[in-house]
Nanobody
């Protein structure tokens, strides 16, 4: 039922910043947990960050903690990922995902996906 569309990717130098946006055209954005995942070529999809339905609780992978900030604006059906101090290792396709539940419990609950947006960090 969700229709997710990511934007904001691009090419940035190491140390730079990008802000990703995910717009949900579906009807249940404001009562579902949301997340960002990423996938580099030849690698498995990796969890990056998640946020509960209200935005009160956030989770981060150790690799991005302190550099990335997840947030949401339910009135606009939008999810954001502020990425600072980007590193070449952050290069990947970043995907927005929606959970079947209100709270963040397990990555398997994120079952709706966008098409992804490419982030390339050069050295």
């Amino acid at each position: 039922q969700a229709q997710l569309r990511e934007s904001g990717g691009g090419v940035v130098q190491a140390g730079g910043s990008l802000r990703l946006t995910c717009l949900d055209s579906g009807p249940v954005f404001n009562n579902r947990a949301m997340a960002w995942f990423r996938q580099a070529p030849g690698k498995d999809r990796e969890f990056v960050s998640a946020i509960n339905w209200s935005g009160a609780k956030s989770y981060y992978a150790d690799s991005v903690k302190g550099r990335f900030t997840i947030s949401r604006e339910n009135a606009k059906n939008s999810l954001y990922l502020e990425m600072n101090n980007l590193e070449p290792e952050d290069t990947a396709v970043y995907y927005c995902a929606q959970s079947d539940y209100n709270t963040v419990v397990d990555v398997s609950h994120f079952t709706s996906w966008g098409q992804g947006t490419q982030v390339t960090v050069s050295s």
